[in-house]
């Protein structure tokens, strides 16, 4: 099993930038697609974007688009997320998530999940 623990997530203004970090334990995230969620108060938990193990392929909800960035360093065995241009409904806690090397990317089942970070994106 891999232990996820995400950092990084604050207190922004609309348009500024967050970097959140998830740092993996326990096994290589090099055996594991990756993925990072949010859930907003009220609403249900979306796929923000995901990273195919080999980080050749990538996903990006059309929501974040050109503004939100995925990547991991299978070296520190930690994955990155970073936010640029936020916007007030960018507001939610931030999951990652870790699933089975399986292709394609969108067909990941991730199991394993850490405990959330808080962004909040004031107007």
């Known amino acids: 099993q891999v232990q996820l623990v995400e950092s990084g997530g604050g207190l922004v203004q609309a348009g500024g930038s967050l970097r959140l970090s998830c740092a993996a334990s326990?096994?290589?995230?090099?055996?594991?697609?990756m993925g990072w969620f949010r859930q907003a108060p009220g609403r249900e938990r979306e796929l923000v974007a995901a990273?195919?193990?080999?980080?050749?392929?990538?996903y990006y909800a059309d929501s974040v688009k050109g503004r939100f960035t995925i990547s991991r360093d299978n070296a520190k065995n930690t994955v990155y997320l970073q936010m640029n241009s936020l916007k007030p409904e960018d507001t939610a806690v931030y999951y990652c998530?870790?699933?089975?090397?399986?292709?394609?990317?969108?067909?990941?089942?991730?199991?394993?999940w850490g405990q959330g970070t808080q962004v909040t994106v004031s107007s």
């Open positions: 998530a870790a699933g089975p090397r399986v292709v394609p990317l969108r067909s990941t089942t991730y199991t394993n």
């Open positions: 990273i195919a193990w080999g980080a050749g392929v990538t």
């Open positions: 326990g096994r290589t995230i090099s055996s594991y697609n």
